[in-house]
DNA sequence: TCCATTAGTTAGTAAGCAGTCACTCATTAC
DNA sequence: GTAATGAGTGACTGCTTACTAACTAATGGA
């Protein structure tokens, strides 16, 4: 019996449950799976959370932390519209590839049918991604970096569906390739093809 | 008690499966809530199937069927390859909007742990989509419909990561949008992107 | 009409689930 | 040093799970 302070065993706990996550799937990591994984007994899980949904809502908030601060960081190493939002795509990319059980809860019943608080949470993030895709986006439009006939709303959603994609080609194939060098690879030619073409460039 | 036929029982059990698969999720899919559905008692289902995984492989072919069915049929409606690839893509929007679990049992980890042949057996299926996909976008090249630069395969990830990218944001969203006509407007963007510019154009 | 087949039942099992309760003992504040 | 705090345990509960065994009765062919 190892002792620890509440604060260190919860972040110890979250981490866990995002590991087992991914190994087990959502819908199956049990009470029992985190406890044995942590070195606790059971109900011991249940000293630090009350329940088994409020521990999903912390992996929850975890996540939400970690990725907005990620965003953060990738949108302070650039001003350029289309370099800003290669970073973002990375970034994200690089955010499923070191924690896999994301799109794995996103897509779980724990959120999808029975958390409904949980599910809004993902929807949000969600959202607060594609917007600041959107953003760059506009901006590269009015900069007249890529086509006039591009509406950023549309170009975003294209954008967030080859990462969510590309996502699911992964898991699905066992993840025998490299899904931050694949996705920069695609992410390349969507943007080639955003890009202005010659005839198109406005006039000087 | 009503009693059928095995075939008709059978039939009927695979297809509350996948009304149930949608309103519960896969891996919440009890044989208790299946039988129920179908007015047996729990033990009724496994006359008719030995293990609950012989009833996710009949479900798996299912699928398999349908949706090649409907590609087929997708196919023969135009020669033209840019139409074909639009029907295409409407008919696999079409599918999952009338069968809504599919995307979820590509998820879940009934098969994405334990059950290695229903995996695979999704896995083949997107392939095959892809192939398709890839063939009428090589044939639309060829014949001098899209930019030179549009990398077939790289073309067909793309359009399949858009409908796999908009049905996960069509069940996040609680699906207040109309998944095949907001996909149809999607899709006509990113063709517009594929098609050759004024200047592309090969010369006469 | 009778009999073989077979869809379906009732009753039960072992295992696993989240969560409770009364308790123990290590840590820390005084 | 001692008392209060609180992390962790063992034994448990009620419920659900997939699956089995033995039996019943509806159906269809002779």
Redesign the pocket.
């Known amino acids: 019996?190892?002792?620890?302070?509440?604060?260190?065993?919860k972040a110890e706990i979250i981490a866990t449950m995002l590991r087992l996550a991914d190994e087990l799937g959502p819908d199956?990591?049990?009470?029992?799976?985190?406890?044995d994984a942590?070195?606790?007994?059971?109900?011991?899980?249940?000293?630090?959370?009350?329940?088994?949904?409020?521990?999903w809502q912390a992996v929850a908030e975890a996540i939400d932390t970690t990725m907005s601060r990620a965003w953060q960081t990738a949108l302070a190493e650039s001003a350029a519209p289309l370099d800003r939002l290669v970073l973002l795509v990375r970034t994200q990319l690089r955010q499923i590839e070191s924690h896999p059980a994301i799109p794995a809860i996103l897509h779980s019943r724990e959120l999808q049918s029975e958390n409904a608080a949980l599910r809004d949470r993902f929807r949000s993030l969600m959202m607060r991604f594609q917007a600041l895709l959107r953003a760059e986006l506009t901006a590269a439009r009015e900069a007249g970096l890529i086509r006039g006939d591009v509406d950023p709303n549309d170009g975003a959603v294209l954008l967030i569906s080859l990462v969510q994609g590309l996502a699911i080609r992964w898991a699905l194939g066992n993840r025998l390739f490299a899904l931050e060098a694949e996705g920069a690879r695609l992410l390349d030619a969507q943007l080639t093809l955003f890009r202005l073409t010659a005839s198109q460039e406005p006039a000087p």
Chains 1, 2 share one sequence.
């Open positions: 019996m190892v002792r620890k302070t509440a604060a260190a065993r199956r990591l049990t009470t029992q799976a985190v406890a942590v070195g606790l007994t059971q109900p011991g899980v249940f000293r630090h959370f009350t329940t088994k949904q409020a521990l």
